[in-house]
């Protein structure tokens, strides 16, 4: 039983084995040439780019052609020149495409031509010092075969297919008519249509078979934005930045996370910056990325980590704005942004978030004034340990600050007055940590859950025990509020409980792995942050624990007429808020029927 149940185990690492590494050979293989273009959840188009070669020549380079390119000639026809001895080809397969002249250097950029027709994919391009050729790149093609360089139908007949797959409209920009070498030796020739939709931002120029009318590749002229990141769903520091790609969503953020061309931690949900708002960090190199590494074993303060640490929570407050945006907290549901795009609500209250600020230690805050007025985070260094560690590098933390803002907001229409009362303002806490929870989850197995345990240096985090579905290790129940003053500590009570309604909501539907950004699934995890939403826009003005649960049992019945409601019951009731608790008196009970 055992030696066949190891060979079978064997067995199956080994086909996993060669299949991951098949998979890696053939991804990065054609990292250089391809890009699979996701233009929508149906359609994507790999876009393919013959291989380039690259010369350089350090001083310039020393021979006939080049002594022939020194000849008193316009950088055109030298370069030609050039790039047809260079390549051994036609001249007639060569077209001047652009160049022009900074000091003592020249560059000239060229393309692969057919029947007098240019290559959209095969190019070269040359570069001169003191008349000398330094460098040379060259994508040229040797094609197996080339379409007809006469069209058989119309670029005006294949643009509404193009408006449609690429969910966007033709900008009247003239069509062209070009060649596009393609992965297997063929060339293509292509009618290359514009198509922008401006609402979210995209903007591509489509490559259509002039022959077949088939997409054959796209390019996309919106930059991708890079951020390195400590991920969303990671909860210390030590599992790692990554470098992401565009995690913007772009419902939420229809312009991106920056301004319109925009190059700092400066956009229209959030600033993120050191003493003053123009304190940002500027994208390391163009096109809207920002590559710092934050290092553990340097202080905070150093140049290189204040960046990390404000290119991290300009992207935490971000996403938590783009993920709660899908749930609910909108331009018109009082949510901060600058500009609201006309969705109502009132604009110009983007967050701003000051990184490292120096006005307190081993903490962070969020003011929340009414709509139409910046929220206002400050986080702080955290003294426990040597080097000082940073709130902003402590994703659960940030995650806890913007939830003030949504739960402040929610609550009460916007006004940012209706959670003061002492329970209310604890379930605020409560809230905060249970949506940093929310957003640090991997996958649907329930387990207990701390915060804080990065800066703190200590596996228990902040709070007195960790949120659990064991009694044992979380005691806390209703009757706790009792006696407590201090509003993180009612929290706790009020976290836990949530904590005991996810747990029920993911054992009883499943767990999504997209819920952030698709709000439309079954799943429990879904289940839970719309009932978290809905039941913030319901409950009154400084809410109690039984009327925020009142309210989530009666959300329940608007979105899922009611499907959870005893499901929901006995997640409160477990912990001392059934039917009939007040003042701070345990039930257990749930409605009868449940
Ligand atoms: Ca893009
Ligand atoms: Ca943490
Ligand atoms: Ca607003
Ligand atoms: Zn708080």
């Known amino acids: 039983m055992i030696s066949k149940k190891l060979l079978s185990s064997v067995l199956l690492a080994v086909a996993y084995a060669s299949l991951t590494s098949a998979f890696t050979n053939t991804e990065g293989s054609t990292h250089a040439t391809h890009r699979t273009r996701h233009i929508s959840r149906e359609f994507k188009v790999e876009a393919y780019h013959p291989a380039s070669t690259f010369e350089t020549f350090e001083h310039g380079l020393d021979s006939d052609i080049v002594l022939d390119s020194r000849a008193p000639r316009n950088l055109n026809a030298t370069a030609l020149a050039f790039v047809q001895s260079r390549l051994g080809v036609d001249i007639n397969s060569i077209a001047y495409r652009s160049g022009h002249t900074d000091g003592n250097q020249k560059f000239a950029y060229v393309r692969q031509s057919h029947n007098g027709i240019p290559f959209v994919n095969a190019v070269a391009n040359v570069a001169w010092?003191?008349?000398?050729?330094?460098?040379?790149?060259?994508?040229?093609?040797?094609?197996?075969?080339?379409?007809?360089?006469?069209?058989?139908?119309?670029?005006?007949?294949v643009i509404a297919k193009a408006e449609a797959m690429f969910k966007g409209t033709y900008n009247n920009f003239p069509t062209g008519l070009e060649y596009l070498a393609r992965e297997d030796g063929s060339v293509a020739l292509v009618h290359t249509i514009q198509i922008q939709n401006e609402e979210v931002n995209s903007w591509y120029e489509v490559y259509v078979d002039a022959h077949s009318g088939e997409i054959v590749s796209v390019t996309d002229f919106v930059a991708e934005a890079t951020y390195k990141v400590l991920p969303i769903t990671k909860r210390t520091l030590p599992e790692g930045l990554e470098t992401l790609v565009n995690p913007q969503d772009v419902l939420a953020s229809p312009s991106g996370w920056h301004l319109s061309g925009g190059t700092t931690t400066t956009g229209n949900n959030v600033v993120s910056y050191k003493s003053s708002t123009t304190g940002t960090t500027s994208q390391s190199s163009a096109g809207q990325i920002f590559d710092y590494t934050y290092s553990a074993a340097s202080a905070p303060a150093t140049t290189e980590n204040l960046n990390a640490a404000r290119v991290n929570a300009f992207y935490v407050i971000n996403t938590v704005h783009d993920f709660a945006y899908r749930y609910g907290f909108t331009e018109s549901a009082f949510n901060f942004q600058n500009d609201n795009f006309g969705k109502g609500g009132n604009g110009n209250d983007a967050v701003?978030?000051?990184?490292?600020?120096?006005?307190?230690?081993?903490?962070?805050?969020?003011?929340?004034?009414?709509?139409?007025?910046?929220?206002?985070?400050?986080?702080?260094?955290?003294?426990?340990?040597?080097?000082?560690?940073?709130?902003?590098?402590?994703?659960?933390?940030?995650?806890?600050?913007?939830?003030?803002?949504?739960?402040?907001?929610?609550?009460?229409?916007?006004?940012?007055?209706?959670?003061?009362?002492?329970?209310?303002?604890?379930m605020g806490e409560g809230w905060s940590d249970a949506l940093a929870e929310w957003t640090e989850q991997k996958s649907g197995t329930i387990t207990d859950y701390v915060l804080g345990d990065y800066v703190t240096n200590n596996a228990k985090g902040i709070r007195t025990n960790p949120y659990s579905t064991s009694a044992t290790t979380n005691p806390l129940r209703y009757s706790s509020v009792k006696t407590l003053t201090e509003v993180h500590r009612i929290g706790e009570v009020w976290a836990n409980m949530l904590h005991n309604v996810y747990a029920a909501l993911v054992?009883?539907?499943?767990?999504?792995?997209?819920?952030?950004?698709?709000?439309?699934?079954?799943?429990?995890?879904?289940?839970?942050?719309?009932?978290?939403?809905?039941?913030?826009?319901?409950?009154?003005?400084?809410?109690?624990?039984?009327?925020?649960?009142?309210?989530?049992?009666?959300?329940?019945?608007?979105?899922?007429?009611?499907?959870?409601?005893?499901?929901?019951?006995?997640?409160?009731?477990?912990?001392?808020?059934?039917?009939?608790?007040?003042?701070?008196?345990?039930?257990?009970?749930?409605?009868?029927?449940?």
């Open 507 to 594: 054992g009883a539907h499943g767990w999504s792995a997209t819920a952030r950004t698709n709000p439309d699934g079954t799943e429990g995890n879904i289940v839970y942050l719309h009932l978290f939403l809905d039941a913030l826009r319901l409950q009154p003005c400084n809410p109690t624990m039984v009327s925020a649960r009142d309210a989530w049992i009666q959300a329940d019945t608007n979105r899922y007429n009611g499907a959870n409601k005893c499901l929901l019951w006995k997640a409160f009731a477990s912990r001392g808020l059934g039917v009939g608790a007040a003042s701070y008196v345990d039930s257990s009970a749930v409605p009868s029927g449940c």
């Open 352 to 426: 701003k978030i000051s990184v490292q600020d120096s006005g307190g230690t081993n903490n962070a805050n969020f003011a929340t004034p009414a709509d139409g007025q910046a929220g206002q985070c400050r986080m702080y260094i955290w003294t426990y340990t040597t080097p000082n560690r940073d709130g902003s590098l402590e994703n659960d933390i940030i995650v806890h600050e913007m939830t003030h803002g949504i739960t402040n907001r929610m609550t009460g229409g916007g006004t940012g007055r209706c959670l003061q009362t002492t329970e209310a303002g604890g």
């Open 129 to 157: 010092k003191d008349d000398k050729v330094v460098s040379f790149g060259s994508s040229f093609v040797k094609p197996k075969r080339v379409a007809s360089s006469k069209p058989t139908i119309s670029a005006k007949s």
